[in-house]
């Protein structure tokens, strides 16, 4: 199979404009992120509707398509970025633009989630440890997923799943294993371009979830379980605790 990487990239963002291009030890986030996946895949693009973003990838080395400025999500983006491309691929992956640490490993995972032939869609989900914090088992912003026999995904949701009946909240986490959305998905081609001709889905209205649309549709999503933490940069404060990371990283590698 031949796998494509595509990194949407916007400019404008409420908690940190101008996100893509900020410094991460010498180089801009975007290309810190392009470099961390491009030998990984058969062909990695950034897709974005800023001219600045797309020069800088252009001028770092890296491979750039320039894609409408009003499109919903990134899904969205990733398929105008391919159609565009006019090269034909068997999977699509959607990596976040903010995770300059997204781990090698994880990327293969997704890559053998393929190799079952039911697969349409493939994400990561992440196990929480037994001795997670009450807190942030119920935080809603980190979406917990519900796995069947077959590893894939039957529901996705801001609140705790499944409920552990008969026991009190603090003893959940000891009684049954609780997984964390790892927010990366990898689709066949063809899938993509029926997905982003969907309209929105009710579940997905009411959790704010794009990927419930898709299963509300029938689509397999299969799940690859990591034990390895994705690290996004939503705002200054976390790009400054990016430094840090990469700093140590580099000295101690």
């Known amino acids: 199979m031949r796998f494509l990487g595509i990194i949407p ?9 101008g ?12 290309v810190r992120v392009y470099e961390r996946v491009a030998g990984l895949l058969d062909e990695v693009v950034v897709a974005t509707d800023d001219e600045r973003i797309f020069d800088t990838v252009l001028k770092s080395g890296g491979k ?10 990134g ?15 068997d999977v699509i992956i959607n990596i976040q633009g903010d995770e300059p640490f997204i ?4 990327i293969e995972l997704l890559k053998k989630c393929f190799e079952d032939k039911d697969t349409q869609i493939a994400t990561l989900v992440k196990p929480f440890p037994a001795d997670t914090e009450f807190e942030t088992l119920f935080n809603p912003n980190t979406p917990k997923v ?49 997905i982003t001709s969907l ?11 794009e990927q419930l649309r898709w299963i ?17 940069i939503d705002t200054p404060e976390d790009l400054a605790h990016a430094i840090q990371r990469y700093l140590y990283q580099a000295n101690h590698s």
């Open 146 to 194: 519900i796995l069947n026999a077959k590893q894939q995904a039957i529901y996705f949701s801001r609140s705790v799943i499944p409920y552990i009946r008969g026991k009190q909240h603090t003893e959940w986490l000891k009684s049954h294993i609780f997984y964390k959305h790892i927010g990366i998905y990898a689709y066949l081609s063809n899938v993509l371009e029926e």
């Open 199 to 209: 309209p929105q889905s009710s579940l997905e209205k009411a959790e704010s979830l």
């Open 9 to 17: 990239a916007r400019y404008a963002s409420t908690r940190f404009p």
């Open 75 to 89: 899904t969205d983006r990733c398929f105008e970025a391919y159609t565009k491309l006019g090269e034909h691929f």
């Open 19 to 30: 996100k893509p291009l900020a410094d991460l030890c010498g180089k801009p986030l975007i």
């Open 103 to 106: 781990k090698p490993t994880q």
């Open 64 to 73: 750039a398509i320039m894609t409408s400025p009003d499109h919903q999500s």
């Open 216 to 232: 509300e549709n029938g689509y397999v999503i299969k799940a690859g379980i990591t034990d390895e933490e994705t690290i996004g």
